[in-house]
């Protein structure tokens, strides 16, 4: 008997036992459903963070100061992030485009008239930061290069800023206070959403205003900075961190980093968790095999006479050893495809239902379906049934024809 006549005989008995194959299956449909949904989340997460992070420029590099690696050595003459460092990295660093230092002020209430916001997110900075932060402003503009040499007391703010502050709808033009500080608002920042956090409450001034009429001194708490187009981001931070060794007398006390690295990181964890995810959830794949093998044994035992009376007409062992791999094969591989149509539907519907409700965006969560692991998971069940048909179906192939012949 051939393998397509093996084929049609599988798909026979599976006709004749159909709760039987389906109970039979049930373990590697569970199995493959199981991988190739935590492959989903995986790949869904993935995509949110990429996409998340992309928000803000995922070529952005990150520069702080970090003397922590010293192990008790002294910091010689570089005691602080200073702008200094911002425009050292902009001479020396020549794979750089872009550098701006950022100063975070906190616990810094702002009020206009009797309307006040007790916790905005204030932020000092340079002209730069808005291309290295892709943030636009959806009235009047953002702060200029002679906002920041004239330390004008101008200011950009968030939607929850405007809303709370002028509530009338027209903040450009109005002015806002500080303690110690009156601003005037020149624009309002389009509102960018990050993983549950958003600059709705931010207001940006220039950094030489903080500095030199309202806080004094001249630290800074980091830099970041672009890469030059044609140049990687791990050039860049390579670039950087030459520069200040450079300045710090080869000194450890800087940290360079980039909103890439961020996201590969995450992706490196997610990988990592959903490997061992699929991997435990593959252990039902096992128990599906071994379901596989219960039943064939079960076939074997039904079908001794129909054995028997193949082996007496001719039928070759490797025939009959064909026709039961064959079953067992179908089996899974039925069961995977059933699995696989199983974690493509479920993945089609969480998505759906997170751009209907939109979270943890508004574009919902991308249940990205891979085939390609998909197609691993069919095939590794298919690989699953031969194993476990191997004993069953070499049990079949060496029943003797005189013997199969005389059971009940």
């Given at each position: 008997m051939g393998f397509f006549e093996s084929f049609r005989v599988a798909l026979d008995m599976l006709r004749l036992h159909k709760l039987r194959a389906f109970l039979t299956m049930l373990g590697v449909i569970i199995g493959v459903a199981s991988v190739s949904?935590?492959?989903?989340?995986?790949?869904?997460?993935?995509?949110?963070?990429?996409?998340?992070?992309?928000?803000?420029?995922?070529?952005?590099?990150?520069?702080?100061?970090?003397?922590?690696?010293?192990?008790?050595?002294?910091?010689g003459s570089v005691g602080k992030m200073t702008m200094d460092d911002v425009s050292f990295i902009r001479d020396r660093a020549t794979k750089v485009e872009l550098?701006?230092?950022?100063?975070?002020?906190?616990?810094?209430?702002?009020?206009?008239?009797?309307?006040?916001?007790?916790?905005?997110?204030?932020?000092?900075?340079?002209?730069?930061?808005?291309?290295?932060?892709?943030v636009a402003t959806v009235q009047g503009r953002h702060m200029t290069l002679e906002d920041v040499r004239s330390m004008s007391n101008v200011c950009l703010i968030g939607n929850e800023v405007a809303a709370k502050l002028f509530p009338e709808g027209e903040p450009l033009g109005g002015v806002v206070n500080f303690s110690g500080l009156t601003l005037e608002v020149v624009g309002v920042m389009d509102r960018v959403d990050i993983m549950g956090q958003s600059n709705g409450k931010d207001i940006w001034m220039p950094i030489s205003t903080a500095q030199k009429k309202w806080l004094g001194g001249d630290a800074i708490s980091y830099v970041t900075c672009r890469p030059k187009p044609g140049y990687t981001v791990q050039q860049g931070m390579d670039n950087v961190w030459e520069a200040l060794m450079a300045k710090s007398g080869n000194k450890p006390v800087y940290r360079v980093d980039s909103r890439e690295s961020i996201v590969n990181v995450f992706g490196t964890i997610l990988g990592v968790a959903g490997a061992v995810l699929a991997g435990i959830a593959a252990l039902s794949l096992l128990v599906g095999g071994i379901g596989i093998m219960?039943?064939?044994?079960?076939?074997?035992?039904?079908?001794?006479?129909?054995?028997?009376?193949?082996?007496?007409?001719?039928?070759?062992?490797?025939?009959?050893?064909?026709?039961?791999?064959?079953?067992?094969?179908?089996?899974?591989?039925?069961?995977?495809?059933?699995?696989?149509a199983i974690a493509w539907l479920v993945g089609q519907g969480v998505t759906a239902v997170t751009i209907a409700t939109k979270f943890p965006t508004k574009n919902g969560l991308n249940m990205a379906f891979d085939p390609a692991t998909a197609l691993f998971a069919v095939s590794f069940s298919a690989l699953i049934g031969v194993i476990f048909g191997i004993y069953p179906a070499a049990r079949a192939s060496q029943l003797s024809p005189i013997e199969a012949l005389r059971s009940e």
């Open positions: 949904m935590i492959i989903e989340v995986k790949n869904g997460f993935t995509h949110f963070l990429t996409d998340e992070i992309k928000k803000l420029g995922s070529d952005t590099i990150i520069v702080f100061f970090n003397p922590s690696e010293l192990k008790g050595e002294g910091l550098a701006s230092g950022i100063l975070l002020i906190q616990g810094r209430p702002v009020k206009r008239n009797d309307n006040e916001l007790k916790d905005p997110r204030v932020i000092a900075t340079d002209q730069n930061q808005a291309q290295l932060s892709l219960n039943i064939m044994l079960v076939s074997v035992t039904e079908r001794t006479r129909e054995i028997g009376l193949r082996k007496a007409v001719g039928a070759h062992r490797s025939a009959i050893l064909v026709q039961f791999l064959v079953e067992s094969a179908f089996l899974s591989i039925v069961g995977g495809l059933i699995g696989m």
